[in-house]
């Protein structure tokens, strides 16, 4: 029942409820430590639900971009300059997802719910450590000194340099996807690339 307090609109007026799912998660601590992980998130999650709305309307605002942006700027809106005088007002996420970011890029476009402009799709690259690999191995090799956000970028340019076709390079837009999957899969790697993936791409990134 935890994720119904975590969905619930507006969590400023439900305490309660939040420090209820703490209390219990805390009371059934005797011999185990079960979803430690997840509750160390638990201040992550409070802040995605008190203003889930507005980072929604954030990533949906994406389409509206012509030019180029910088996923990181754009989730700071308060110093975004795009953003000054009619933005919207919420937290900073950049730290908070990370490349999770470019997760829900990516799944907005998929789906169909933002249009996927040159603007945005360039951000729709989930930066994985398989995909970072396997590009790294295939002569990204810039890719592993840039900040996460600004590796989907890398990603979809180095893809537009060997795929010529924009429709081409989006991979039928679901852009990191099919490289994470050839990446997993050392026979996929042979029979696309006739070798497997290098010892150093495998070891790099660890």
């Known amino acids: 029942g935890w994720w119904d307090v975590f969905t619930a609109p507006d969590p400023t007026e439900h305490f309660d409820a939040w420090m209820g799912v703490l209390d219990e998660y805390i009371d059934a601590q005797t011999d185990q430590q079960r979803y430690e992980q997840w509750m160390m998130r638990f201040p992550i999650i409070y802040k995605l639900a008190r203003q889930l709305d507005k980072y929604a309307k954030l990533f949906l605002d994406l389409q509206r971009r012509r030019d180029r942006f910088d996923l990181g700027l754009v989730q700071m809106p308060y110093a975004d300059p795009d953003q000054q005088g009619g933005g919207i007002s919420a937290a ?93 899969d050392g026979q996929l790697q042979q029979e696309l690339l006739g070798r497997p993936l290098s010892l150093d791409a495998l070891q790099w990134y660890d």
């Open 92 to 184: 900073a996420l950049p730290k908070t997802l990370g490349k999770g970011a470019n997760f829900v890029v990516r799944e907005l476009i998929r789906l169909g719910i933002i249009s996927d402009g040159s603007s945005v799709r360039e951000h729709a690259f989930v930066p994985y450590i398989g995909v970072l690999r396997l590009l790294w191995d295939l002569g990204c090799t810039d890719i592993k000194n840039l900040p996460v956000l600004r590796q989907a970028p890398r990603i979809s340019a180095f893809v537009h340099q060997h795929l010529n076709d924009p429709e081409q390079a989006t991979f039928c837009r679901d852009f990191d996807i099919p490289l994470r999957i050839v990446a997993d």
